[in-house]
């Protein structure tokens, strides 16, 4: 679609990180292939990722949360050209408070919020999720820092720390299947069973 690639080139030039070209193949792929009627988002963004879920999953209806506001009202603008707002529930604040007062169940939860959250969201987002759906989290090697070596810049170190205690949290779940791709930057995909 022209205007999802006009999406994705303002993201480009605002610096405003968004799904890389070959986690959007396998987001698509995915939902066409597992059809989620309720969808979670954390990470709005520019509306870019969300868009592409209903896109592709034309019985669904998103619950999308973004703490920034400009970011927010850039989004609202992408579902409302693609005439996808009546399927959408956008929520303007902090998932790390927003997702304690969410109360419906989730067929998938598309986890691309800030990553040194991901560890201090999940136990909240296994409650969310229905026995079977999934979390598929984005970004898990954070610029490949994550599988490199035990040294990381002061700056980056409680990102890199707290993704390795999402993957072992993730990887030792006995109420989870857990995979996690080379794809993009890291995608792990967390099934309910």
Request: charge should be positive.
């Amino acid at each position: 679609m022209k205007y999802l690639e006009k999406i994705k080139n303002i993201a480009k030039e605002n610096h405003i990180p968004i799904i890389k070209d070959d986690g959007c193949d396998f987001l698509i792929e995915f939902c066409k292939q597992q059809r989620p009627k309720k969808i979670l988002e954390i990470g709005t963004a520019v509306g870019y990722s969300g868009s592409l879920m209903l896109l592709n999953c034309p019985d669904s209806k998103l619950t999308t949360i973004e703490i920034n506001e400009q970011s927010f009202n850039v989004a609202k603008n992408t579902f409302l050209t693609l005439n996808l707002t009546d399927r959408v529930n956008q929520i303007l604040g902090d998932a790390k408070s927003v997702i304690k007062d969410l109360n419906q169940k989730y067929d998938l939860i598309f986890l691309d919020g800030p990553k040194g959250q991901y560890i201090f969201y999940y136990d909240y987002l296994k409650k969310l999720l229905n026995s079977g759906g999934h979390i598929i989290a984005d970004n898990v090697y954070f610029h490949g820092l994550v599988k490199g070596p035990e040294f990381v810049k002061h700056k980056l170190r409680t990102i890199v720390v707290n993704l390795r205690n999402f993957i072992q949290t993730i990887q030792n779940d006995n109420e989870v299947e857990t995979q996690i791709l080379d794809i993009g930057d890291g995608i792990a995909i967390i099934k309910k069973k």
